[in-house]
Antibody, heavy 119, light 111 residues
Framework: QGQLVQSGTEVKKSGASVKVSCEAS????????IHWVRQAPGQGLEWMGW????????KYAQKFEGRVTVTSDTSINTAYMDLTGLRSDDTAIYFC????????????WGRGTLVTVSS | QSALTQPASVSGSPGQSVTISCTGT?????????VSWYQQLPDKAPKLLVY???KRPSGVSNRFSGSKSGNTASLTISGLRAEDEADYYC???????????FGTGTRVIVL
C-alpha cells in the first residue's frame, strides 16, 4: 500500500529557505508522481507542484514559480520540496502526496510538516 | 487559477443525507471527469474518498458517493454518522498549465 514519511517541524526567519523531505516506502518509487500541497492555519488545501521521480520532470503552480523547487532522489526513495524567500504567509503545513500512474488522484498522503515563518 | 467553490459548512442529523457542492468552470470541473474528494479529520492528513467523479477506492464506505453536472460536482454522504464530522475538499484536474485546483473546503457538522 505504501507510506510517506515527512521530515519534522521547521521554524524559519523571513527571507530564509526551507527544504522538506518525503520518504516513500512500500511501493515502487518511480511508478508514482509526488505532489506537494500546503495548508495555512485554518485554511484550505493548496496545490504547489509535482515531481515525476522516474524522469525528474516537474510542474509548479503559477503562484509558486520561481520560489519552489521539487526534486527526487531515487537512490533513497525520497522527494524534496524547497521553498525560498519565505514570508509569514508561507506558515503552513506542507503535505506530500502520491499520484499513481497519471490517475489524477492523491491516494496516499504524508502526515505533513509544519513550517513556521517568523519575522 | 481560482479555487473551486464549496459551501463553508453543511449540517445534518445522524442517519440523514447531506450533499456538498463543488463549483468550478469549464476549464476544470466542466471539462474533465477527474474530480476527487478528500476527507480531513482534525489534525490529520486528507484521505481520498472519491475519484474520477464517482469511483470509490477500496475500503471507502459506499455511504460516500459522487456525481457531476456541468461545472458542479457533488459529494453525498448518506446515513450520516458522528465520525463523518470533518472537513471535505474537492479537487479537479485542470489541464497542463495548472494541473490541479482544490475547493475551498466544507465543514460537515453532525447535529
Amino acid at each position: 500500500q505504501g507510506q510517506l514519511v515527512q521530515s519534522g517541524t521547521e521554524v524559519k526567519k523571513s527571507g530564509a529557505s526551507v527544504k522538506v523531505s518525503c520518504e516513500a516506502s512500500g511501493y515502487t518509487f518511480i511508478d508514482a508522481y509526488i505532489h506537494w500541497v500546503r495548508q495555512a492555519p485554518g485554511q484550505g488545501l493548496e496545490w504547489m507542484g509535482w515531481v515525476n521521480p522516474n524522469t525528474g520532470n516537474t510542474k509548479y503552480a503559477q503562484k509558486f514559480e520561481g520560489r519552489v523547487t521539487v526534486t527526487s532522489d531515487t537512490s533513497i526513495n525520497t522527494a524534496y520540496m524547497d521553498l525560498t524567500g519565505l514570508r509569514s504567509d508561507d506558515t503552513a503545513i506542507y503535505f506530500c502526496a502520491r499520484e499513481y500512474s497519471a490517475t489524477r488522484r492523491f491516494d496516499l498522503w504524508g502526515r505533513g510538516t509544519l513550517v513556521t515563518v517568523s519575522s | 487559477q481560482s479555487a473551486l467553490t464549496q459551501p463553508a459548512s453543511v449540517s445534518g442529523s445522524p442517519g440523514q443525507s447531506v450533499t456538498i457542492s463543488c463549483t468550478g468552470t469549464s476549464g476544470d470541473v466542466g471539462t474533465y471527469n477527474l474530480v476527487s474528494w478528500y476527507q480531513q479529520l482534525p489534525d490529520k492528513a486528507p484521505k481520498l474518498l472519491v475519484y474520477g467523479v464517482t469511483k470509490r477506492p477500496s475500503g471507502v464506505s459506499n455511504r460516500f458517493s459522487g456525481s457531476k453536472s456541468g461545472n458542479t460536482a457533488s459529494l453525498t454522504i448518506s446515513g450520516l454518522r458522528a465520525e463523518d464530522e470533518a472537513d471535505y475538499y474537492c479537487c479537479s484536474y485542470a489541464g497542463i498549465n495548472t494541473p490541479y485546483v482544490f475547493g475551498t473546503g466544507t465543514r460537515v457538522i453532525v447535529l
